[in-house]
């Protein structure tokens, strides 16, 4: 089973932060030029639209621990591999204070 980390992060912080009215969502923004790694420095693509659309859309104020692709279509993810139990079990290690 291959379980994508920043899938289960974006869920586990929708949880942890949801009584504090933040919203945490993410995507993948496609293929975008950057420094790393070098290969991506030839892609052609150098602004992420998506981005923008979750940030500042009105109708995604409530939207949280959601998953977008770079279309901006929300990725629906299976609810037994991505849910608040595997996010902890695979995370807490990252996060210990």
Same mark, same amino acid.
Request: glycine share 4%.
């Given at each position: 089973?291959?379980?994508? &980390? ?12 949801? =009584?504090? =009215? ?7 923004? %496609?293929?975008?030029?950057? =420094? ?14 998506? %981005? ?12 949280? %621990? ?11 993810? +299976? ?6 139990? +595997?996010?902890?079990? &695979? ?7």
């Amino acid at each position: 089973m291959v379980i994508n &980390h920043k899938a289960l992060l974006t869920l586990f912080l929708s949880y942890l932060l949801a =009584e504090k =009215e933040i919203t945490v969502n993410s995507f993948f923004p %496609g293929n975008v030029t950057d =420094e790393l790694p070098h290969y991506s420095q030839t892609l052609l693509h150098t602004e992420v639209p998506v %981005g923008k659309y979750l940030a500042l859309h009105p109708d995604l104020t409530q939207s949280t %621990g959601n998953f977008f692709d770079n279309d901006r279509n929300l990725v629906l993810l +299976n609810a037994r591999q991505y849910n608040y139990d +595997n996010a902890e079990k &695979h995370l807490l290690q990252y996060l210990t204070e």
